[in-house]
T-cell receptor, first 114, second 115 residues
Framework: EAQVTQNPRYLITVTGKKLTVTCSQNMNHEYMSWYRQDPGLGLRQIYYSMNVEVTDKGDVPEGYKVSRKEKRNFPLILESPSPNQTSLYFC?????????????FGNGTRLTVT | AQSVTQLDSHVSVSEGTPVLLRCNYSSSYSPSLFWYVQHPNKGLQLLLKYTSAATLVKGINGFEAEFKKSETSFHLTKPSAHMSDAAEYFCVVSDPLGGSYIPTFGRGTSLIVHP
């Protein structure tokens, strides 16, 4: 089954404790992206990647890192989480061919930083 | 630069009545347009997408949207709401920048369906 898998679904951590949220897709998609969703603000893009070893900042990249060492994986790293990073995070992928290829989303990771 | 505005943060309808969720966009090029739906505690799912082949686009679950270039709109409609339609809806625009796909999301419209 074609899917985007995020882990974990729920995560509670403390300020400053490094964490990684994993994202994997099995559709051989070139484009992958991370979003955060906050009430009233919709989805805001954190980082995206057009292909292996190619990443770029989205609208809200501060406090986050990503890597794209393999095509299928695109982990989101919070080196020193802060409470303002408490949010619902989504990973998405698409073939990224510049046409009408839609995004495929994971089920989300709800992060709480205390 | 591209942008998208969803004109209503909340829309409330009764079951069996029509649904209208409004979306306006701006785009420097010929845009790609999408509607996604998010049910509670779920990821986003594609409802429909606009291709240049037809201005009236049919999606899943009886939804459709009409692309109106002169009005820069892509409103989502459904003739008769069902309780299961209660969800968050997102309008998305993208521009083909150098062959890549970098979408911009609207802030979402919460659809409330009353019995």
């Amino acid at each position: 089954e074609a899917q985007v898998t995020q882990n974990p679904r729920y995560l509670i951590t403390v300020t400053g404790k490094k964490l990684t949220v994993t994202c994997s897709q099995n559709m051989n998609h070139e484009y992958m992206s991370w979003y955060r969703q906050d009430p009233g603000l919709g989805l805001r893009q954190i980082y995206y990647s057009m292909n292996v070893e190619v990443t770029d900042k989205g609208d809200v990249p501060e406090g986050y890192k990503v890597s794209r060492k393999e095509k299928r994986n695109f982990p989101l790293i919070l080196e020193s989480p802060s409470p303002n990073q408490t949010s619902l995070y989504f990973c998405a992928s698409s073939s990224g061919q510049g046409d009408n290829s839609p995004l495929h989303f994971g089920n989300g990771t709800r992060l709480t930083v205390t | 630069a591209q942008s998208v505005t969803q004109l209503d943060s909340h829309v409330s309808v009764s079951e069996g009545t029509p649904v209208l969720l409004r979306c306006n966009y701006s785009s420097s090029y010929s845009p790609s347009l999408f509607w996604y739906v998010q049910h509670p505690n779920k990821g986003l799912q594609l409802l429909l997408k606009y291709t240049s082949a037809a201005t009236l686009v049919k999606g899943i679950n009886g939804f459709e949207a009409e692309f109106k270039k002169s009005e820069t709109s892509f409103h989502l409609t459904k003739p008769s709401a069902h309780m299961s339609d209660a969800a968050e809806y997102f309008c998305v625009v993208s521009d083909p920048l150098g062959g890549s796909y970098i979408p911009t999301f609207g802030r979402g419209t919460s659809l409330i369906v009353h019995p």
